[in-house]
């Protein structure tokens, strides 16, 4: 019998893995590999313009923004001159673009026609995630130890700041409401703030876990998707009331996450070298379908929802050069 159990056992493990090895294939396409060469160190967030086919990707350790043609596939310009840039929004109505700098907490803004700086705010230090709410024309900023600034986009200027405990990470605006959810992961939670008042109204724990850095938001079943590093957790909490509803093992070093709508599913983009693909059975279960090797240390990227596509940022590392890599999600 022994022979038999190992052999029926052998068999179970490979068509486990032939499985998962089709979801793989039949979920995620690589369809465009975009070469970053003489970029150097960490890169972090990215941004889009959808009319002109640009890509803009914050190379943080390489003080630069490099801009990509994607009907080209190649990168056509390097913006120089950020210091080690982390959030990025692109605001196509004004032709603007807004970079959150670590150095110095600088958030400069590029016409992006011809890449010249015409504004910048002084955030004294660690400017980091940047997000447009387009309903006011305000762009978001989080910096230092413990802030968001807000921006009047026509004009550039702050017009105000909401005071936080610690430095804020990624963070989320509701549309059809008027919360910002912030992560907070030097304190393990979750910040609510009401935007029309400028104050935070909520804080929510992140249970057991630490450094809680990406986030993403599905407001239609009123739940918030939780990306920890340790251990690597996908938290799902309830924006009702924010308790927390599910927890799913991801993969180590998560530093996106982003939710599929039209799929119901989350991307956990994770250094470890995977995009976890977490499917959603309802607004309280979810499920890892699938795991899709990248590289080391590829954990930023960005979800274009309607053109199904989901670019990530690969870091050089020994052989592996730095570039962007496009999976088409079928």
């Known amino acids: 019998m022994k022979p038999f159990l ?41 941004a889009l313009d ?47 673009l807004f970079i959150a700098n670590d150095k110095g907490g600088i958030c400069k803004i590029y016409d992006t026609k011809s890449f010249h700086v015409v504004g910048e705010l002084d955030l004294k230090d660690d400017a980091d995630n940047v997000r447009y709410d387009e309903a006011t024309k305000r762009i978001y900023v989080g910096f230092g130890s413990g802030g968001i600034a807000i921006i009047n986009t026509p004009d550039s200027k702050q017009i105000g700041s909401i005071k936080l405990t610690a430095h804020p990470e990624a963070f989320e605006l509701e549309k059809n409401g008027n919360r910002i959810f912030v992560n907070v992961p030097k304190d393990r939670h979750v910040t609510v703030i009401d935007r029309d008042k400028g104050e935070v109204i909520a804080t929510w724990k992140a249970d057991l876990t630490f450094g809680n850095f990406p986030m993403a938001l599905d ?25 927390i509803v599910a927890k799913v093992d991801i993969s180590g070093d998560p530093d996106e996450v982003f939710f599929d709508n039209k799929r119901h599913r989350i991307y956990a983009v994770c250094g470890a070298g995977k995009i976890d693909i977490i499917d959603q059975a309802g607004a309280n279960s979810y499920k890892t379908s699938a795991k899709v090797d990248t590289a080391e240390g590829a954990r930023t990227g960005f979800f274009v929802a309607d053109r199904d596509r989901l670019f990530v940022a690969v870091p050089h590392r020994g052989s592996q050069q730095a570039e962007i890599r496009a999976y088409q999600i079928e």
């Open 6 to 46: 190992l052999h029926s056992a052998f068999l179970v493990a490979f068509c486990v893995c032939m499985t998962v090895a089709r979801a793989e294939e039949g979920t995620f396409q690589l369809k465009q590999t975009i070469s970053l060469p003489g970029v150097e160190g960490r890169i972090d967030h990215f």
């Open 50 to 96: 959808a009319s002109g086919e640009r890509l803009f990707v914050g190379a943080f350790g390489n003080n630069s923004i490099e801009v990509i043609d994607l009907r080209k596939g190649e990168r056509v310009h390097s913006i120089t001159g950020p210091g080690a840039p982390q959030g990025i929004a692109y605001v196509p109505e004004f032709n603007r």
């Open 219 to 243: 407001e239609a079943n009123h739940r918030l998707f939780i990306g920890c590093r340790l251990p690597s957790k996908l938290l799902v909490l309830n924006t009702d009331s924010g308790d």
